[in-house]
């Protein structure tokens, strides 16, 4: 079964650029109609859908985070990656990728990773 695993740095000052990678495992990024996803979760808060990646490579981001947000693929490590520059305090929370065949409700994703905290702080 596909399992995913974040991987990145758990502290990041603020300015930066926050950096996570996705390890996939036991299905392919390239996989027909499959869609990569990172969401957030900060303390005390609800979800947050930042971006997608999908199988032929192209992306799609939330509004608000659009300007800052990057994400793409290494289909040869099978991996895909989270960039957010700029980052404040406020982008602290728990981050996750999961991945979804695009047919359930927002959040209704096939794969979660464990998720990875990202504590933004001098």
């Known amino acids: 079964q596909v399992q995913l695993q974040e991987s990145g740095p758990g502290l990041v000052k603020p300015s930066q650029t926050l950096s996570l990678t996705c390890i996939v495992s036991g299905g392919s990024i390239t996989t027909n109609y499959y869609w990569w996803s990172w969401i957030r979760q900060p303390p005390g808060k609800g979800l947050e859908w930042m971006g997608v990646i999908g199988y032929t490579g192209n992306t799609y981001y939330s509004p608000s985070l659009k300007s800052r947000t990057s994400i793409s693929r290494d289909t040869s490590k099978n991996q895909f990656t989270l960039q957010l520059s700029s980052v404040t305090p406020e982008d602290t929370a728990v981050y996750y990728c999961?991945?979804?065949?695009?047919?359930?409700?927002?959040?209704?994703?096939?794969?979660w990773g464990q998720g990875t905290q990202v504590t933004v702080s001098s």
């Open positions: 999961a991945s979804d065949r695009g047919v359930g409700k927002l959040y209704e994703y096939d794969y």
